[in-house]
């Protein structure tokens, strides 16, 4: 497992046990509303055993949430310190940098004509 995938788990457990907390049921209760054992929702909730899609998607409707609730409760944070990820963002933000900087560019060049228009004493009367 590498340390970003362990993390993410760890957010995603955490997540489990804030919903069902929230929806006021014991680690038994969750259990027995989704044909789990106890222990499998303690390890879940630990980040030791990973949900597949369809258990986390039995665990929100038991809890009453939606699975981007769940999944966005802290969980994309996990990822967000991951070298790679870190420099895919840096990439992104350098690119949206260059567009914008062309952009502007093309933006000075219409107001310039714009300024130049309206200041050419050939078009007045």
Known sequence: MTEPTDAFYAHLGRAIATARQCAGLKQQDLAAAIGLSRPSIGNFEQGTQRPALHTLLAICAATNITIGDLI??????????????????????????????????????????????????DDEP
């Open 72 to 121: 966005n409760d802290g969980t994309a944070r996990a990822f967000a310190s991951h070298p790679a990820i870190n420099a895919a963002q840096d990439r992104r933000t350098a690119l949206r940098a260059i567009k914008i900087r062309a952009e502007m560019r093309k933006l000075d060049g219409m107001l310039e004509s714009l300024i130049e228009s309206i200041d050419d004493p």
